[in-house]
């Protein structure tokens, strides 16, 4: 699959900027060219050989704390979609095969997840359990898996009703051998999708409470807190929000683009389009075996 999505446009871009994101998440912390929470003499100073951004109502440099902020972003993110990702599609494929009093159980809360507002609930959360991003993404990431609740337990479902899963059932294969041999080949697919969705719905979900102030307290820096501050001092600096609203809105593009690029490769729809591709460059895809008919 990740060849696939490669040999698309979209995919490469989306991969390539996702890269950066993650680099900067890893390393920006060390290539601040200075301390991100040091104040100085001039707040609110523009660009300059000493500061490339600036320097907020503070006198820090705005491109250390952006660079240092990415890894609250980036982390917070990820925590959300692996969070969902977890909590979403185990019991999305065991309700397939453990009965009905299951099904009902996950089906009702999944739809009593999606009735909460998630700022209004990880909101309440915070406050029994203390100001903190971890215990935020976290709820978080419970009220988003419903999505991959519902995409596994769909893909499950088609994947249920083949002959050759019937077949390993029947012969007396157990449901955790069927899951991983035939089940989760399939159903995976979908998930990278909702997967890459999440990422840019955890950017967004995280820039939105950091901006509010919740989850991080200040001084620590953040792409939401440090779009925060900014707006307040329009009059001095009206391009500072541009900086980290772009840095937002460009990771959240690419998880969007990646989702698309790996819906377009997946199936059916994508081997007959990467097989178009192959006939005008004069490649072919190499065919999938066909899965086994029985256990």
């Not at 952006?66 to 890894?71: K, M, T, V």
């Not at 739809?111 to 700022?119: G, K, R, S």
């Not at 050759?164 to 990278?192: C, D, F, N």
């Not at 081997?271 to 086994?292: D, F, H, I, Q």
């Amino acid at each position: 699959m990740v060849r696939r999505v490669l040999a698309l446009s979209s995919g490469r871009v989306a991969v390539a900027v996702l890269t950066v994101v993650a680099l900067l998440a890893v390393l920006g912390p060390l290539l601040a060219p200075q301390d991100p929470l040091a104040t100085s003499d001039h707040p609110l100073a523009g660009a300059s050989g000493a500061h490339w951004l600036g320097t907020d109502y503070l006198g820090r440099d705005v491109l250390s704390r952006l660079l240092d902020g990415s890894r609250v972003s980036v982390l917070g993110a990820l925590e959300v979609a692996l969070t969902a990702l977890v909590v979403g599609v185990v019991p999305g494929i065991l309700s397939v095969y453990l009965g009905r009093a299951f099904e009902w159980i996950t089906l009702r809360l999944a739809d009593t997840l999606v009735a909460l507002p998630f700022l209004l609930f990880a909101v309440a959360v915070i406050a029994l359990l203390g100001n903190g991003l971890t215990q935020a993404m976290l709820v978080t990431g419970v009220l988003v898996s419903p999505l991959f609740y519902r995409v596994s337990r769909a893909a499950t479902l088609a994947v249920a009703r083949s002959q050759y899963v019937e077949a390993a059932l029947i012969s007396g294969a157990s449901v955790g051998w069927v899951v991983r041999h035939h089940v989760w080949s399939k159903v995976l697919p979908p998930i990278a999708v909702a997967f890459a969705k999440t990422i840019g719905t955890g950017f967004v979900i995280v820039s939105s409470l950091t901006f509010l102030g919740i989850g991080v307290q200040p001084p620590e820096p953040t792409w939401g807190g440090l779009l925060a501050s900014d707006l307040g001092y329009l009059a001095h600096r009206p391009w500072a929000p541009l900086t980290p609203a772009l840095l937002i809105m460009v990771t959240v593009w690419a998880g969007n683009q990646l989702a698309d690029a790996i819906r377009d490769v997946s199936g059916e729809a994508g081997r007959a389009l990467l097989k178009g591709r192959g006939a005008r460059t004069g490649r072919t895809e190499p065919a999938e075996p066909a899965p086994a008919g029985g256990a």
